[in-house]
Nanobody, 123 residues
Framework: QVQLVESGGGSVQAGGSLRLSCVAS?????MGWFRQVPGEEREGVAS????????YYDDSVKGRFTISRDIAADTLYLQMNSLKPEDTAVYFC???????????????????WGQGTQVTVSS
């Protein structure tokens, strides 16, 4: 079992920035970020494999969000810039054991989940 602990959520105005962090208890080759709005399905935001030079981004966040990973610290990051009200959601860190990331991002591909952190963007 892999434990994932997220931090870094909060409230910002539109155009602002936040950085999410996710500390993992052990290494997995694929990690990613999902988000969920109440009443809607959880959706994939970004994912990356170890040493990935071309991470995956959902079209809605391309050019604004950057996913990165510090392998030595077992930490995954999501830098979110130019935030929009429609980015408001609970953000979840996820890890996929034993295999690399697949596209599109599918919830069932990921076996391990963090508790979620709220991101609220006001207009």
């Amino acid at each position: 079992q892999v434990q994932l602990v997220e931090s870094g959520g909060g409230s910002v105005q539109a155009g602002g920035s936040l950085r999410l962090s996710c500390v993992a208890s052990k290494y997995t080759p694929c990690m990613g970020w999902f988000r969920q709005v109440p009443g809607e399905e959880r959706e994939g935001v970004a994912s990356m494999n170890t040493g990935d030079s071309r991470p995956y981004y959902d079209d809605s966040v391309k050019g604004r969000f950057t996913i990165s990973r510090d392998i030595a610290a077992d930490t995954l990051y999501l830098q979110m810039n130019s935030l929009k009200p429609e980015d408001t959601a609970v953000y979840f860190c996820a890890a996929r054991s034993g295999d690399y990331c697949r596209i599109p991002m599918v919830v069932s591909d990921y076996q391990h989940w963090g508790q979620g952190t709220q991101v609220t963007v006001s207009s």
